[in-house]
């Protein structure tokens, strides 16, 4: 499959890695539609670039934003799930101060779960029915997982949700080869977002240095990957760690 023929969805495509995915694809021929919460950043998205407001973690927005990107692009047949969102944080932690216990709360697991985990299982599934509804051909979709899927101190809730979404991307590809559609992910390493812009340089000079190729990734490294997915037919199920070989 060529970029220039798919017409396909770009969650939390307004900023960030997002963006940036939805410009590569755009800029290579394909139709492509956006959605995100952040209005603002999605008027500033180059013009043709198919946009409406889209909350994964609300059913009825998915159903219509799935609806709305058929509707405007004439046709569905890729998806790009990466709309994400961290409320880091130890599940339990004592106060060195005052010895107070600290519990992670329940709304900020649930937060991330709902985001990560139930709006993209939500967005697949809408996608899927409207594919396997209008019989479009070639069917592709890329999961953004994480290498914190392995497991990662303080993010109990994203590995929750990132370890689930890996483990179901061979679920899908199983179950929806038989329409013809193909599921990949790829799981992120530390890349150079506005988030880690605003990192303690300290900090971020200590994770750099464990990272064998010498720095974090850019959003280009993580749309290498996806591109890979979206055009290679013979890849399903699997999903692929970009990283610089840190692991964890």
């Given at each position: 499959?060529?970029?220039?023929?798919?017409?396909?969805?770009?969650?939390?495509?307004a900023?960030?890695?997002?963006?940036?995915?939805?410009?590569?694809?755009?800029?290579?021929?394909?139709?492509?539609a956006?959605?995100?919460?952040?209005?603002?950043?999605?008027?500033?998205?180059?013009k043709?670039?198919?946009?409406?407001?889209?909350?994964?973690s609300?059913?009825?927005?998915?159903?219509?934003?799935v609806?709305?990107?058929?509707?405007?692009?004439?046709?569905?047949?890729?998806?790009?799930?990466n709309?994400?969102?961290?409320?880091?944080?130890?599940?339990?932690?004592?106060?060195?101060?005052?010895?107070?216990?600290?519990?992670?709360?329940?709304?900020?697991?649930?937060?991330?779960?709902?985001?990560?985990?139930?709006?993209?299982?939500?967005?697949?599934?809408?996608?899927?029915?409207?594919?396997?509804?209008?019989?479009?051909?070639?069917?592709?979709?890329?999961?953004?997982?994480?290498?914190a899927?392995?497991?990662?101190?303080?993010?109990?809730?994203?590995?929750?949700?990132?370890?689930?979404?890996?483990?179901?991307?061979?679920?899908?590809?199983?179950?929806?080869a038989?329409?013809?559609?193909?599921v990949?992910?790829?799981?992120?390493?530390?890349?150079?977002?506005?988030?880690?812009?605003?990192?303690?340089?300290?900090?971020?000079?200590?994770?750099?240095?464990?990272?064998?190729?010498?720095?974090i990734?850019?959003?280009?490294?993580?749309?290498?990957?996806?591109?890979?997915?979206?055009?290679?037919?013979?890849?399903?199920?699997?999903?692929?760690?970009?990283d610089?070989?840190?692991?964890?």
């Amino acid at each position: 499959m060529q970029l220039k023929d798919l017409k396909i969805i770009v969650t939390g495509g307004a900023q960030g890695m997002g963006a940036h995915f939805a410009k590569q694809l755009f800029a290579a021929g394909a139709k492509v539609a956006v959605g995100d919460v952040n209005e603002a950043a999605l008027a500033e998205l180059p013009k043709g670039i198919f946009t409406k407001k889209l909350d994964v973690s609300k059913e009825e927005d998915c159903i219509a934003f799935v609806a709305f990107a058929a509707d405007s692009m004439g046709g569905l047949n890729g998806l790009v799930n990466n709309a994400g969102i961290l409320r880091d944080g130890l599940l339990v932690k004592k106060d060195k101060t005052t010895g107070q216990v600290v519990k992670m709360s329940l709304e900020n697991f649930n937060a991330v779960i709902n985001v990560n985990l139930v709006g993209a299982t939500l967005m697949v599934r809408e996608v899927v029915a409207k594919m396997v509804e209008t019989e479009q051909r070639p069917g592709v979709i890329v999961n953004m997982s994480s290498i914190a899927r392995h497991g990662n101190r303080g993010q109990s809730n994203y590995v929750s949700a990132k370890a689930a979404l890996a483990a179901n991307t061979l679920t899908w590809a199983r179950e929806f080869a038989q329409f013809g559609i193909r599921v990949g992910a790829v799981a992120p390493g530390m890349i150079e977002t506005p988030m880690t812009k605003g990192m303690n340089q300290k900090a971020l000079d200590s994770f750099i240095a464990n990272i064998p190729v010498g720095r974090i990734g850019q959003p280009e490294d993580i749309f290498q990957a996806v591109k890979f997915i979206l055009e290679c037919d013979y890849f399903t199920g699997r999903c692929i760690d970009v990283d610089g070989g840190v692991g964890f």
